[in-house]
């Protein structure tokens, strides 16, 4: 990139590169109040990053350079952002209030919007209340919720996430894998008569979707159901009402959805029934507050208080300045151990993406490798690498204060290895403070002089540390929110379409091709390393 607000963080850069946070904290005694902001009951600490004012005044120049707030404000008006597939982006609209208006082709979707809510609501109590019952007039004990990708993870993060909010007399079972495992060993647990099958998928298409709820409807069948019954217990959601109907899902069981809405985006929308019937439909009108809070927040404050927007620079500065190839997640929070992979989808499916908007490959790096896993037990794994090894991994922190059970000791532990590993990893421990210590516990010169080499800590590792008031459903809601306008503020920096997901369709294509092969429907013509694959599992099948 070329502009001037680039070029000033590469002037950054090298004035930064070696300074040492270590310095940072002992020069400024108020660093850390310095370097945190609050907002919708999440603490932002993001003092251990390798910035100062000069730096983040760059950033904050770079993303308002970049015309962040005017390209925000488009994406929350229903502009065509998403130029690839000529679409607004609005998973915003779906948490406005009723009465609001947010115009698409003149239409105002805040009232579809509420109209599919209030659907939502009628259907969930119903089914909680035990009036809508099987076809044998039982009433309903468990959901198979089938999905994937954003159709999935979503629905199934929240419902794991709030498990304090979950409905004893109802249990949500998810399945999205096309590996017969996953569904052969839910099914095989349940009773078809109490046992409601909601699909999910907004194209209708995906392969792995359509094939797990063929084989949840021949179960269905097999247990001894007729066909009729299906219309009690098969709901969908998808905005293909078309393709719905045709496979069979009565229209009043199909709850609609919009292409102005990303499947990545879309957990605020019905792909959301499975949560309202796992946690009761107050409580996801709670996660939408929650988000529409973050919505709110994201719009009016100051960039330089925005916690997307501040974390959303950070970010940057490491892909873009420090080479940094892959930001990590840690919440310290067991509930919220679904929520690495499900900000993967989002960020990389968002912003893994080399093209700009205008259709110029870009020279810069863009989306980075989004990974993590629940604290403490990645400090038994891979905490290691980041602490010691070659390359610097950004990581975001995340820590429920108030916990939902009563082991204060438990909790405090939790804490204590949050906390501390965001110390470790900034201030490190130098060779000699090593060899001092190995010396005091009486090892001899040379000894500690080598070991210290092994046991050295660079230390100067970023991380932010976001602490929330509690994991309940409004502050889920906002944490949610608040990544998704962290990949927005990057999309926009990097000038991409963070909208659109081109990558995934090749795949499914030559998936298609290699399916054909392996049932012997058609040749198609592979490479000679695919066929070996097709033909040796053939070979081993038969
Ligand atoms: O293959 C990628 C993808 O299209 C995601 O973007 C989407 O969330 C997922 O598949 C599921 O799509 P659908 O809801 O249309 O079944």
Redesign the pocket.
């Known amino acids: 990139m070329t502009t001037s607000a680039w070029q000033q963080l590469e002037a950054e850069f090298n004035r930064f590169e070696n300074v040492h946070m270590r310095d940072l904290f002992a020069q400024n005694p108020n660093r850390a109040k310095q370097y945190t902001a609050s907002a919708c009951g999440f603490t932002l600490d993001y003092s251990k990053n390798r910035i100062d004012d000069a730096v983040l005044k760059a950033l904050f120049e770079l993303a308002s350079s970049s015309e962040l707030e005017q390209k925000r404000d488009a994406m929350f008006a229903g502009d065509i952002i998403n130029t690839t597939e000529q679409r607004a982006v609005l998973h915003t609209a779906l948490r406005r209030k009723k009465g609001d208006s947010v115009l698409v082709d003149g239409e105002n979707v805040v009232d579809e919007v509420h109209a599919t809510l209030t659907k939502i609501k009628q259907f969930v109590s119903e089914v909680h209340d035990g009036e809508r019952k099987g076809y044998t007039g039982k009433e309903f004990t468990d959901v198979v919720a089938i999905?994937?990708?954003?159709?999935?993870l979503g629905p199934k993060i929240v419902t794991e996430a709030l498990k304090p909010y979950q409905q004893q007399t109802l249990k949500v079972h998810f399945v999205a894998n096309v590996d017969g495992h996953h569904i052969v060993d839910v099914l095989a647990k349940l009773n078809a008569e109490t046992t409601l099958v909601v699909m999910?998928?907004?194209?209708?298409?995906?392969q792995e979707?359509l094939k797990n709820t063929e084989t949840a409807r021949e179960w269905f069948l097999a247990s001894g159901a007729e066909f009729k019954d299906i219309a009690k217990h098969f709901m969908c959601v998808?905005s293909n009402i078309a393709k719905a109907t045709e496979f069979g899902i009565d229209e009043d069981n199909i709850f609609p959805m919009w292409d102005w809405v990303?499947?990545?985006y879309?957990l605020w929308s019905a792909?959301g029934l499975p949560i309202a019937l796992a946690i009761g439909f107050d409580n996801f009108e709670q996660v939408l507050t929650g988000a529409r809070e973050m919505d709110e927040h994201f719009l009016t404050a100051p960039l330089e208080q925005n916690l997307p927007v501040i974390m959303g620079v950070i970010g940057v500065w490491y892909s873009n300045f420090f080479g940094c190839q892959s930001h990590v997640l840690l919440p310290y929070s067991h509930y919220l151990r679904g929520f690495p992979a499900y900000v993967q989808?989002l960020d990389m499916?968002s912003n893994g993406k080399s093209v700009d908007h205008t259709d110029n490959n870009v020279d810069y790096a863009t989306g980075p490798i989004i990974w993590g896993g629940e604290g403490t037990n990645g400090q038994h794994a891979f905490h290691q690498l980041m602490h010691q090894g070659k390359t610097i991994i950004p990581a975001d922190f995340i820590m429920p204060i108030k916990p939902s059970h009563t082991e204060t000791e438990h909790h405090q532990m939790l804490a204590s290895n949050c906390f501390a590993q965001t110390q470790a990893l900034m201030q490190g421990q130098t060779a000699a403070e090593i060899e001092q210590e190995l010396l005091a516990k009486g090892a001899d010169a040379a000894e500690a002089s080598k070991l210290a080499k092994h046991k050295f800590m660079p230390g100067n590792r970023p991380s932010n540390t976001l602490m929330m008031e509690e994991l309940n459903p409004t502050q889920l809601g906002g944490l949610i929110a608040l990544y998704e306008h962290k990949v927005f503020v990057q999309g926009v920096i990097w000038q991409i379409n963070s909208f659109d997901?081109w990558g995934?369709e090749l795949g499914?294509v030559l998936g298609n091709r290699v399916l054909d092969a392996l049932q012997d429907k058609a040749q198609p013509e592979l490479d000679s390393s695919t066929q070996q694959l097709v033909d040796m599992f053939k070979a081993q099948i038969s």
């Open positions: 999905g994937i990708g954003g159709s999935f999910s998928s907004k194209s209708f298409t995906t979707t998808s990303g499947g990545r879309s792909i989808q499916e997901q995934v499914k």
